[in-house]
């Protein structure tokens, strides 16, 4: 079945409420929390230091074609599964695919499924304006980048946009435990090549990722062309398409917000939305949202950059 998103932005109605966070703590962060972003900043450095490995790691055929496949299923699940369908509810499955998603998206080192979501929301809601908590326009590229992560104001996850995600045990225990699928994903990779697959399989395909997707949030509203009239910067921006498999037509993103369909003229590759149309064939998915017909033009009578 296809549905069609409605013309207007939407997120589920949650969205609309204050966040929630547990009481106690600086910004109602728990120690714990503040705990696991010190940790997470630990390890997002010697990520980037353990890249200096590929010097006693060459790469090879091998190494270089495990670094892809793990780059691209990742990078897949955090756009198809992360956004499209926990975020947006941009298509309907099973809630054994919803785990398989949220599991292959919490490898990605990019924090649990009800964190992602809760802030994604959010910014969609204040998108580029005060309340944003990635927007380059308010607080320059490099916070918007990956500044807001570390900073220490948004540690917990906002409860009240994702009641429709809480209400999955599955789900809160990926996310408080975080590290169990980092540690299974890197011993998979030692598995299949030692240590180098560690290296290139984890180390190196992951930095790249994560740095792809943090594109979108910081030079997609500042670099690109703008199709649509809407209440952010988003712009589209081919090269970061490119890397995220869809994700950087983001000014169509942000005027079709429900929608599974990000590339809306044929020159628009979009991966993630074409996998996700194969998955309908094969009956994994269902309900898949579509942008109106409307939306395969220049939409609101506008072109150009700004």
């Known amino acids: 079945m296809v549905a069609h998103s409605p013309a207007s932005p939407t997120t589920p109605a949650e969205d ?8 106690g703590g600086v910004e109602g962060v728990q120690p714990h929390e503040r705990a696991f972003r010190n940790l997470s900043l630990v390890l997002f450095v010697a990520m980037h230091l353990a890249l200096a490995f590929v010097l006693l790691y060459p790469p090879t055929w091998s190494l270089v074609a495990l670094a892809v496949a793990s780059y691209v299923l990742r990078m897949w699940a955090i756009t198809v599964g992360f956004h499209r369908y ?5 298509f309907r499955t099973s809630r ?14 990019q924090n649990g499924p009800l964190w992602w979501v809760s802030w994604h929301r959010r910014h969609h809601r204040h998108a580029d304006g005060p309340e944003d908590p990635h927007s380059p326009i308010v607080r320059g590229f490099w916070h918007a980048h990956i500044g807001w992560v570390f900073d220490g104001t948004h540690d917990a996850t906002s409860l009240s946009t994702v009641k ?21 994903y890197a011993s998979g990779c030692y598995a299949i090549a030692g240590l ?13 990722l994560d740095h792809a997707t943090f594109l979108v949030n910081s030079l ?5 062309s703008v199709r649509h009239r809407t209440n952010a910067h988003a712009r589209n921006n081919p090269f970061i398409a490119f890397l995220t498999l869809g ?8 005027r079709h917000e429900a929608s599974a369909r990000h590339g809306l003229v044929w020159w628009e590759v979009d991966l993630s939305y ?3 149309r194969l998955l309908a064939l094969m009956h994994v998915v269902w309900d898949v949202r579509e942008p109106p017909a409307s939306a395969l033009a220049i939409d609101d009578g506008f072109t150009g950059n700004e």
């Open 16 to 23: 609309s409420a204050p966040p929630q966070r547990a009481p």
């Open 86 to 90: 926990l975020a947006h509810r941009s």
């Open 96 to 109: 054994a695919f919803q785990f398989i998603l949220a599991l292959l998206g919490t490898a990605a080192m």
């Open 164 to 184: 429709d995600l809480a209400r999955f045990p599955e789900l809160r225990f990926l996310d408080a435990f975080k590290w169990l699928p980092l540690i299974a």
């Open 196 to 208: 180098g697959g560690v290296v290139w399989g984890f180390v190196v395909s992951t930095i790249a």
């Open 220 to 224: 997609a509203h500042l670099r690109g």
């Open 247 to 254: 994700e950087g037509w983001h000014n169509n993103h942000h």
């Open 274 to 276: 074409w996998t996700i």
